[in-house]
T-cell receptor, first 112, second 112 residues
Framework: DGGITQSPKYLFRKEGQNVTLSCEQN?????MYWYRQDPGQGLRLIYY???????QKGDIAEGYSVSREKKESFPLTVTSAQKNPTAFYLC???????????FGPGTRLTVL | AQTVTQSQPEMSVQEAETVTLSCTYDTSESDYYLFWYKQPPSRQMILVIRQEAYKQQNATENRFSVNFQKAAKSFSLKISDSQLGDAAMYFC?????????FGAGTILRVKS
């Protein structure tokens, strides 16, 4: 089955720790995205990548970092510099500009 | 900057009835795409319907249709014959280039 997987589903972190969220897709999509969703709000773009070894900042990139070493993988690191990291994180991918973005099931990150 | 506004935080509809969710957006672009996504309690984002701005004809997908008014920058979603499974958060989204901008969402409740 083709799709997007995110792991883990739930993640707990202590303040001051970095943590990495995994996102893998087997849809052969070129573009991948990371979004953050807070309660009662829509999704906000953190980072996106259109090709391997290239990525761009979204609207709320501060305190986050990404890498795109493989077409299938786009991990997101939430660093200690992110002041309010507790949120729901969604990864997405798409073929081309203007096309549907397919979403993964999400990771719920809680900072203790 | 592009913005998307959903003015109805919450809506209710009786099963089998019709409901319309509102969305307005602000952009100076002439070529863009608009989407409605559904997020049920599982939090999986599901594409409901897609509209290309250059197309005058309103998009339709089974019980879901849109009223796209480009000059007014309005993009409402009509759900006909509402079903219990339609209960979810609905997000309107605008895309120019590869970036999706989401509204804050409308919670749709379906009464049996």
């Amino acid at each position: 089955d083709g799709g997007i997987t995110q792991s883990p589903k739930y993640l707990f972190r202590k303040e001051g720790q970095n943590v990495t969220l995994s996102c893998e897709q087997n849809l052969n999509h070129d573009a991948m995205y990371w979004y953050r969703q807070d309660p009662g709000q829509g999704l906000r773009l953190i980072y996106y990548s259109q090709i391997v070894n290239d990525f761009q900042k979204g609207d709320i990139a501060e305190g986050y970092s990404v890498s795109r070493e493989k077409k299938e993988s786009f991990p997101l690191t939430v660093t200690s510099a992110q002041k309010n990291p507790t949120a729901f994180y969604l990864c997405a991918s798409s073929i081309l500009e203007g096309n549907e973005q397919f979403f993964g099931p999400g990771t719920r990150l809680t900072v203790l | 900057a592009q913005t998307v506004t959903q003015s109805q935080p919450e809506m209710s509809v009786q099963e089998a009835e019709t409901v319309t969710l509102s969305c307005t957006y602000d952009t100076s672009e002439s070529d863009y795409y608009l989407f409605w996504y559904k997020q049920p309690p599982s939090r999986q984002m599901i594409l409901v319907i897609r509209q290309e701005a250059y197309k005058q004809q309103n998009a339709t997908e089974n019980r879901f249709s849109v009223n796209f008014q480009k000059a007014a920058k309005s993009f409402s979603l009509k759900i006909s014959d509402s079903q219990l499974g339609d209960a979810a958060m609905y997000f309107c989204a605008y895309m120019a280039g590869n970036k999706l901008v989401f509204g804050a969402g409308t919670i749709l409740r379906v009464k049996s």
